[in-house]
């Protein structure tokens, strides 16, 4: 992933240098990782809900359904 994300600040600074508008509409998380913001449990929410409610479920004690 590290090689899609050098990419992408190629094509970054290219617009940039060239004052050109690059309209990306990237996911929050994605946005997070470039600023090399900390990510938190809701990040993995708003991509992954099943896996979200997953972990919730196992930090509460609960059972998990393999099924789900």
Not at 5 to 29: K, S, T, V
Not at 34 to 40: D, H, P, Q, S
């Amino acid at each position: 992933h590290t090689e899609m994300f050098a990419f992408l600040g190629q094509l970054m600074g290219m617009a940039i240098r060239n004052h050109l508008c690059l309209p990306l509409d990237l996911d929050p998380i994605v946005w997070k990782i470039l600023v090399k913001e900390k990510l938190c449990r809701e990040d993995l929410k708003s991509i992954d809900n099943v896996t979200y409610e997953r972990l919730s479920r196992i930090e509460r004690g609960e059972e998990v359904d393999e099924e789900e």
